[in-house]
């Protein structure tokens, strides 16, 4: 990881929200530089259910030396779903599956189809908001 940089866990599963959304264009832009092993790297560690946290700095690091000035930090800024007021009665949304390490994506129930998750393949899991 880079010296001090100290991501929080928002940030961290902004991250890997950013990561899963758009692991196809970043794998493009990585390959372009012959980089794309890093994305593997923090695949592998999602997968496993280990800390991303460093795999994750050096994919933000690779993809800011190709040329992706935001990196995967400046895309993923902790946005919270439009329209949620925290008050109101709680609504369901599906979150991601992994307990340790989650990401931040979520999907709103729409069609029956769950939606499942980009890293694992696991269906993503049922919760409420609000």
Known sequence: MAQGVERSADQV?????????YVE?????LAAEGSAGVLDVVISALQNGEDPRASLEDLHRALRVAGDALGIYGHARGLTPAGVD???RPEAVF???RNEYPCARFAWPSSGVIPRCKISDEPLRRDTVG
């Open 13 to 21: 599963a902004d991250a890997v929200d950013y990561v899963c959304r």
């Open 25 to 29: 264009q970043v794998r493009a832009v």
């Open 86 to 88: 925290r008050y109101a």
């Open 95 to 97: 979150l991601c599956p």
